[in-house]
C-alpha cells in the first residue's frame, strides 16, 4: 500500500538572475516508511539540541539571512541527500561516445526508495546512487512522473545507510521564506546553498512531455548542473521542493 505524502514541489533556479522555480506533487512511501524522517542521531538529547539549534537559527536567518550559521541544520540534512550517476550499458564498441549523466536524489525510506528528477534518469539503464559516506549502490527506477519531471529509484542496501528526509509542505511557503539547497553540482558532492523564495506559482513552458509545468517555487538559492533532484530545505529541515531546472537568459536548462 502507497502512502500519500505532504504537497513538495520541484525547484528551477537561475544561475544568472538568480531566480529558482519549485512545482507540485504527491510523493509516496512503503509501508516500512514512516511519514516523517527518521533522524540522522539516536540519541534523544541531541535530537533536542538539534531542534533548539534549527530554532534559533530560523530567529537569526529572518533578521539577517547573509549572517546566519547553518551548520546544524547542514549536519541534520546531509545524510538524506545523495549523489546519483547515470550511464548506458550494452554498448560494445568502444569508439563510441559514452553517455552518462550527473545529479542528486532524496532518500524516502528506509526500503530504499531515492526521489529525483525524472531527467536525471531519464534514457538511461544504469543507475548508481552514492551516500554521504561515499559508499555506493546501484539502483532500479521504479517510479515516474514525467509531466512533473519526478521519479523513483530503489536502492538495495542496508537501513542503516538509509536516512530518509522530513517532508514539509511547499504550500504553506511564503515569498521571503529562507531556504537552503543541497545537491552535488558539477560532481562537488554536498555542496550547500543558502537564499530565499523569491515568488509563488511560476510556471516552466515546457517539461519532459511537452505541457507546461505548472504551480512552481521561485528561488534565488544558487543551483547548477548536478544539482537537479537533490533537495531544497526550509530552516526547520523539511524538504519542500526539488531542484529542478536553472532559468537562463537563452531558455530553461535542466
Known sequence: MRKALPTLAVV????????????????????????TAQSATT????????????????????????????TALYDSV????VEITTGSTGN?????????????GIVLDTAGHV?????VVNGFDKVTVTFAD????????????????VAVVKVNADAGKLHPAKLGDSSAV??????????????????????????LDRTLPSGNDGRPIRGLLQTDTAVNPGNSGGAL???QGEVIGINTAIENPGGNTF
Open 233 to 235: 530545505f526550509n530552516l
Open 92 to 104: 560494445d564498441n568502444v569508439f563510441a561516445p559514452q553517455r552518462g549523466g550527473l545529479g542528486s
Open 43 to 70: 540519541d534523544s538529547s541531541q535530537a533536542v539540541s538539534q531542534q533548539q539549534g534549527a530554532a534559533q537559527q530560523q530567529t537569526s536567518a529572518s533578521a539577517n539571512p547573509a549572517a546566519a550559521d547553518y
Open 78 to 81: 546531509r545524510p538524506s541527500i
Open 12 to 35: 528551477v533556479v537561475s544561475m544568472v538572475l538568480g531566480a529558482a522555480i519549485v512545482g507540485g506533487f504527491e510523493a509516496w512511501r512503503g509501508d516500512d516508511g514512516g511519514k
Open 134 to 149: 561515499e559508499s555506493t549502490a546501484e539502483a532500479d527506477v521504479v517510479g515516474k512522473d514525467p509531466g512533473n519531471d
Open 174 to 199: 511564503k515569498v521571503g521564506t529562507v531556504v537552503a539547497a543541497i545537491g552535488n553540482p558539477f560532481g562537488l558532492e554536498g555542496t550547500f546553498t543558502t537564499g530565499v523564495i523569491s515568488g
Open 115 to 119: 526521489l529525483t528528477n525524472y531527467h
